[in-house]
């Protein structure tokens, strides 16, 4: 079976709006510097096990972060906008991930005058079984 993230990359990557953006360029944080861009890196913020009174119900939620990185205020808006294409009430199986749910938390933009770059930090709450 996959990791959350491995799936996360499979369905980003596998969006074709998005890759004729980023291509492939999905990576784990922090961004490699001098990596081309635009490109999203991502990290798992926190994880916590959804219970009921019962017990544990086989679901997890993740909170996760990407960072949208581009040369250009218009280019991050683009990319983001794909991203929310692509993830947004997400819902399905990849590499033996179920994905009940991908609901967006968070979205704001940054400018790092020391790479010239922008950044868009886009948060999701994704509920999985893993």
Do not use: C
Not at 65 to 83: C, E, I, K
Not at 89 to 96: K, L, S
Not at 114 to 120: G, M
Not at 121 to 126: C, G
């Amino acid at each position: 079976m996959a990791s959350l993230e491995e799936s996360l990359v499979t369905i980003l990557t596998g969006n074709v709006a998005l890759a004729a953006l980023v291509g492939t360029r999905v990576e784990p944080a922090p961004k490699a510097q001098g990596s081309d861009l635009p490109a999203i890196s991502y990290t798992r913020v926190s994880t916590v096990t959804v219970h009921a009174h019962s017990g544990a119900v086989g679901l997890r939620r993740a909170w996760v972060q990407f960072d949208v990185w581009a040369s250009s205020a218009l280019s991050a808006q683009a990319v983001t906008q794909a991203l929310h294409t692509a993830l947004e009430h997400y819902r399905g199986t990849v590499g033996g991930v179920r994905i009940d749910a991908a609901l967006s938390l968070n979205d704001r933009a940054l400018y790092s005058p020391e790479t010239n770059s922008y950044r868009r930090i886009v948060e999701y709450y994704i509920w999985s079984n893993v």
